[in-house]
Nanobody
Framework: QVQLVESGGGLVQAGGSLRLSCAAS????????MGWFRQAPGKEREIVAT????????YYADSVKGRFTISRDNAKNTVYLQMNSLKSEDTAVYYC???????????????????WGQGTQVTVSS
C-alpha cells in the first residue's frame, strides 16, 4: 500500500480556483489508479474524478466536468486536482485515494480503494 498526503485546500470565493496535491510514498506509484473523492457534512463520500495508472484516461463526475482537471506526475509520485469556477456546493473535505490496478479510469467506488489520505478542507464562500 502507498501512504497519501493531501495539501492545497483552503478558503476561496465562489468563482475562484484551487489546486489540490496528493503526494504518495513508495516506488510503485505508477502501478496505482488514483481518485479524488469529497465528503460534505451530513452527506456520503462521493466520487469527484479518477485517473488511470498511466494518466492516459480520466473520469469526472457530472457535477465537476468542465471545471475540474485531474492529472498525475509519476516521476514526482503526485496526483493533482485543479479546481476552477468553484461553487459553494463544492465545499467539502477532499480525499485522494489509491488502488493497485492498471486499467482505464472509470467511476470507481470508494470501496475499490485500499489507501486513503487524511483529507483536506475546501471551503467556497458565496
Amino acid at each position: 500500500q502507498v501512504q497519501l498526503v493531501e495539501s492545497g485546500g483552503g478558503l476561496v470565493q465562489a468563482g475562484g480556483s484551487l489546486r489540490l496535491s496528493c503526494a504518495a510514498s513508495g516506488r510503485t506509484f505508477s502501478s496505482y489508479g488514483m481518485g479524488w473523492f469529497r465528503q460534505a457534512p451530513g452527506k456520503e463520500r462521493e466520487i469527484v474524478a479518477t485517473i488511470s495508472w498511466s494518466g492516459g484516461s480520466t473520469y469526472y463526475a457530472d457535477s465537476v466536468k468542465g471545471r475540474f482537471t485531474i492529472s498525475r506526475d509519476n516521476a514526482k509520485n503526485t496526483v493533482y486536482l485543479q479546481m476552477n469556477s468553484l461553487k459553494s456546493e463544492d465545499t467539502a473535505v477532499y480525499y485522494c485515494a489509491a488502488r493497485r490496478l492498471k486499467s482505464p479510469a472509470n467511476r470507481w467506488s470508494p470501496a475499490d480503494f485500499g489507501s486513503w489520505g487524511q483529507g483536506t478542507q475546501v471551503t467556497v464562500s458565496s
